[in-house]
Structures are given as C-alpha cells and as structure tokens.
C-alpha cells in the first residue's frame, strides 16, 4: 500500500512559483500519481495527473523522476486565489491513497 | 447542469442512530466513491463501486455501508457501529475507474458534515 508524504504547509508570496514535493516510496508498477486541490467546506479539484517525466497543462506542471518515488507540483506564478490545501494522491488497481495535504498560504 | 450532489450539507445524528448519506450523480459516470476527511488526516477512502451492483471495500470500510442499485446513485449508511462518526464525507464519480493507461479524473460533490451528539 502506497503511503504518500507532504509538508503540512507552506508560504509563498503572489508572483512566486512554488514547488510541493509528495514522497510516495512504495509505488507500484501501475500506480498513477493524481494531485488535487481543495478549498475550505469544499470538495477536491483535479489539477494533473502523470506517471513518469514531466507533464504539464495550463495551471500546473507534475515532475517524476526515474525512481518514481517522489514527485513535485509546480504552480507558476501564483496569486491569492491558489491559496488551498493541495492533496497527492496514488492510484492504483486497489489503491486510492490521498496524502495528508499540503496547506498553502500565498501573501500580498 | 451536470455535476454530483450530497445531501443534505450539515447533519446531526444521536449516538447509536444509524444515518444515510445522499450522493447523486447525472454525469452519467460508471465510478463512484466514498470519502471521509477528517481535520489533519487527508480524505480516506471509505468504499468504492466501478459499476452499478458493484461495490468494493476502501481502507475504513468497517461501520460503514454502501449500496449501488442505480448508476447515478450511490448512498452511504454509518452505522452505529462506527465508534468515530462525526466527519466531513465527501463523494466523487469519475467516467472509469480507469480507461486505457490512466485514472479518470474524479469529481467531487461539495460533502456533507455529520455530526453525531
């Protein structure tokens, strides 16, 4: 069973790009990596999803090395508005396995 | 207007009372999902079904159950058995549970809030 590591939080100030690191060391083979992004009383928001590389669309991009072990969010430039808990979850035949969340806070 | 629904958003329940939560969807979705989030712990997943009159066991299942006789619905019953009740239960759907070599993408509901006095 995959266990998923975050930071609890982190800060970052408008304009900045931020990186979040999710630690997944029992990856399987199958597994997927999904990242999600949720507003206080809200339900969760899609915002990528990969397996190995680099992926990217117009919010964010999703880095995995080789290894598999570890993958990074990376939001560009970011404003007021992305101030969320971000989740990494690993998806795989039997396993859906949210991390505990990484709580970003961005400032003026 | 597509998208998923739970209902109600707040609800209370005595200790010992069973409770049902709604959850309905007309994305015309194959998957469904459970979820329960509580403060500092992330979303765990209570129950799962890939198709109707299917349905899979997540990682805290025990106190919980599900049935899934229609595609758009997929209601979730706590028990009396389940001794930490009060939670925040967020359902989702995806169109598979997975397609080709990828996972579908899930769409959450905006969850209920229950809690147990």
């Known amino acids: 069973l995959a266990k998923t590591t975050q930071p609890i939080s982190m800060d970052s100030y408008e304009g900045q790009e931020v990186n979040i690191t999710c630690s997944h060391n029992?990856?399987?083979?199958?597994?997927?990596i999904t990242w999600y992004q949720q507003f206080p009383s809200q339900g969760p928001r899609f915002i990528i999803q990969?397996?190995?590389t680099k992926v990217t669309n117009e919010v964010a991009s999703l880095f995995i090395p080789a290894d598999r072990k570890s993958s990074t969010l990376s939001l560009p430039r970011v404003s007021l508005s992305d101030t969320a808990v971000y989740y990494c979850?690993?998806?795989?035949?039997?396993?859906?396995?949210f991390g505990k969340g990484t709580m970003l806070l961005v400032s003026p | 207007d597509g998208g998923i629904t739970q209902s109600p958003k707040y609800l209370f329940r005595k200790e010992g009372q069973n409770v049902t939560l709604s959850c309905e969807q007309n994305?015309?979705?194959?998957?469904m999902y459970w979820y329960r989030q509580d403060p500092g712990q992330g979303l765990r997943l209570i129950y799962y079904?890939?198709?109707?009159?299917?349905?899979q066991k997540g990682d805290i299942a025990e106190g919980y159950s599900v049935s899934r006789e229609k595609k758009e619905s997929f209601p979730l019953t706590v028990t009396s058995a389940q001794k930490n009740p009060t939670a925040f239960y967020l359902c989702?759907?995806?169109?598979?549970?997975?397609?080709?070599?990828?996972?579908?993408?899930?769409?959450f509901g905006p969850g209920t809030r229950l809690t147990v006095l």
């Open positions: 989702a759907s995806s169109i598979d549970y997975r397609t080709g070599d990828s996972y579908n993408e899930q769409f």
């Open positions: 029992n990856i399987a083979t199958n597994d997927y």
């Open positions: 990969g397996y190995k």
């Open positions: 979850l690993v998806e795989g035949y039997s396993t859906l396995t």
């Open positions: 994305l015309n979705h194959d998957a």
């Open positions: 079904s890939q198709i109707v009159n299917d349905f």
